[in-house]
């Protein structure tokens, strides 16, 4: 059964969006000037890692857009973009706290979306995903210091959004 049979559009939505939306909360959990460009990055480059590190898992590769097809990776990442926009704007989230609260909310519509319809190894690889995702931009730049000196790796605001993803998820909370 494919993909698109197993799952409505909205749905396949919710657990693209999702992941992407715990590292951008994750990235702005501590605000590092520069650090917080190296975050986003890290955000997308280990979102879109999804795919190498979980080939087996029909769900993550299903919903990242193909690599090997440029044209069609830049279509749907740029309608996934213009939907996730709107999304966001509807929610008018304004502050750190609602952007973590609706990233939490949007994880467990997609856990309550993956347990009624996915394996356990899906379920269990997309969990993993999303926390590799969340420890990848924690660990992405130093917090707090001075022009890239001195700081902590992984700030308490980090730690602490971190051990709430992991409690949804079900897994450790330890974030090293």
Do not use: C
Not at 39 to 60: Q, T, V
Not at 102 to 131: C, G
Not at 139 to 166: C, M, P, R, T, V
């Amino acid at each position: 059964m494919s993909l698109e049979e197993r799952f409505s559009k909205e749905e396949l939505f919710t657990l693209t969006n999702a992941p992407y939306l715990v590292g951008t909360a994750m990235v702005f959990a501590e605000g590092s000037g520069f650090g917080t460009l190296k975050e986003m990055f890290a955000n997308s480059k280990s979102f879109l890692m999804g795919a190498k590190e979980f080939p087996n898992n029909e769900i993550i590769s299903g919903i990242l857009p193909d690599m090997h097809n440029f044209s069609e990776a830049r279509e749907k990442s740029k309608e996934f973009q213009e939907k996730a926009k709107e999304l966001f704007k509807s929610k008018g989230i304004t502050s750190l706290e609602q952007m973590q609260s609706f990233a939490k909310e949007e994880l467990n519509k997609a856990i309550n979306i993956l347990e009624a319809k996915a394996t356990p190894k899906e379920i269990d690889d997309y969990k993993e995903w999303v926390l590799s995702i969340a420890s990848s931009v924690a660990k992405a730049a130093k917090e707090g210091g001075f022009l890239g000196f001195g700081g902590e790796l992984i700030s308490d605001n980090e730690e602490a959004f971190y051990a709430q993803i992991a409690e949804i998820l079900g897994k450790d909370s330890t974030l090293s």
